[in-house]
C-alpha cells in the first residue's frame, strides 16, 4: 500500500494551493482519509479528514478556508487551501486508515510529506 501525495509548493498569503492524495497497491478498504501538518519545532497535528461516507473534519485552524474531499473510486483525497496563512507552512501528509487484506486488521498509512511555504 502507498500514498502518494502531490500538490505542495510556495504560495503568497491570501492565496491558494490544492494537494492531492492517491492510495495505490493491494487492498481490501480504506476507511478515513485526510492530512496531517507538521510545522518547524512543532508536534504533527489534524488538518482534516473525511470518512468512507464523505463526513468531513476538520481543525479549528483551518474550518472556512481549507476543504476536504475524496473520490472512492480513484481512492484519492484531496485538500483545497484558501486564505492560506504564514502560519500554515508546513509539510503536509497524506493519511489513510486501510485494511490491507481480509484477517488484517486496518490501520494507518502514511504518504511522504509535501511542504507548503506560505510567504511573500
Known amino acids: 500500500v502507498q500514498l502518494q501525495a502531490s500538490g505542495g509548493g510556495l504560495v503568497q498569503p491570501g492565496g491558494s494551493l490544492r494537494l492531492s492524495c492517491a492510495a495505490s497497491g493491494s487492498f481490501v478498504s480504506i476507511n478515513d482519509m485526510g492530512w496531517y501538518r507538521q510545522a518547524p519545532g512543532k508536534q504533527r497535528e489534524l488538518v482534516a479528514d473525511i470518512s468512507s461516507g464523505g463526513v468531513p473534519n476538520y481543525a479549528g485552524s483551518v474550518l472556512g478556508r481549507y476543504f476536504i474531499a475524496r473520490d472512492n473510486a480513484k481512492n484519492t483525497v484531496d485538500l483545497q487551501m484558501n486564505s492560506l496563512l504564514p502560519e500554515d507552512t508546513a509539510v503536509y501528509f497524506c493519511?489513510?486508515?486501510?485494511?490491507?487484506?481480509?484477517?488484517?486488521?486496518?490501520?494507518?498509512?502514511w504518504g511522504q510529506g509535501t511542504l507548503v511555504t506560505v510567504s511573500s
Open positions: 493519511t489513510a486508515i486501510i485494511r490491507p487484506y481480509w484477517g488484517r486488521d486496518a490501520r494507518r498509512y
